[in-house]
């Protein structure tokens, strides 16, 4: 378990010494009426969440924002571009204490340890390790509904169980234990577009 001894900034990767000049303001979208309403609803989310941070984030050129009101069959992990104004969706597994009758849908959120649940709330991305399933990123919540992110060892990582092949084999994915698992293969993706201390922020959108 992690301790609370560990201060945030320690687990911050050295790719953040340039992390000042990426800290940039988010420009005015090229064309409002050429974005769709869907697409509108995510960038807003996401600059509200930014703004109600403020300093706490390190990053705000990307924002991951991960919508549980969806199926885990459907993607719902969106990788916000807030400079582009571009949006790219992934799949993402919750956990099984939030879905006890492993239908795919999400009934409710913990912050509990033991829980097996996914906590809503804005997390930081912290650094990268080797864990069970391989390279895997440390979150730390930053709301009281998931500030034991880190005691939970609440992580992004990718997993079998996550791939698009479980959808089209059993109409779902599988579940974690409270992490956010994605599809195999994702890792530096999510590591380049959301890691470094960026925003994710998971609820019923």
């Not at 800290?23 to 509200?48: C, D, E, M, W």
């Not at 079998?160 to 092949?165: I, K």
């Not at 089209?168 to 994605?182: D, H, I, P, T, Y």
Request: aromatic share 8%.
């Amino acid at each position: 378990m992690m301790k609370k001894a560990i201060k945030r900034r320690d687990l911050i990767t050295g790719s953040l010494v340039a992390a000042g000049a990426s800290i940039l303001p988010t420009r005015a979208f090229a064309s409002p009426s050429s974005v769709l309403p869907q697409q509108r609803k995510l960038i807003g989310i996401a600059q509200q969440q930014m703004d109600r941070l403020g300093e706490k984030l390190w990053r705000r050129d990307k924002v991951g924002l991960v919508d549980f009101s969806l199926p885990s069959h459907q993607p719902r992990l969106f990788v916000v571009d807030m400079l582009a104004g571009s949006i790219k969706p992934h799949l993402v597994a919750h956990g099984r204490g939030s879905d006890p009758q492993h239908d795919g849908w999400l009934k409710s959120f913990s912050n509990t340890r033991g829980s097996l649940a996914t906590s809503r709330g804005a997390y930081i991305t912290m650094d990268w390790y080797k864990g069970k399933y391989g390279s895997s990123m440390r979150l730390d919540g930053l709301d009281t509904d998931n500030n034991q992110a880190l005691e939970r060892a609440i992580v992004l990582h990718e997993a079998w169980y996550a791939a698009p092949d479980m959808v089209s084999k059993w109409g779902k994915l599988g579940r974690s234990e409270g992490c956010f698992a994605v599809s195999p293969g994702l890792n530096k993706e999510m590591l380049y577009h959301l890691g470094g201390g960026r925003l994710i922020y998971a609820d019923k959108l």
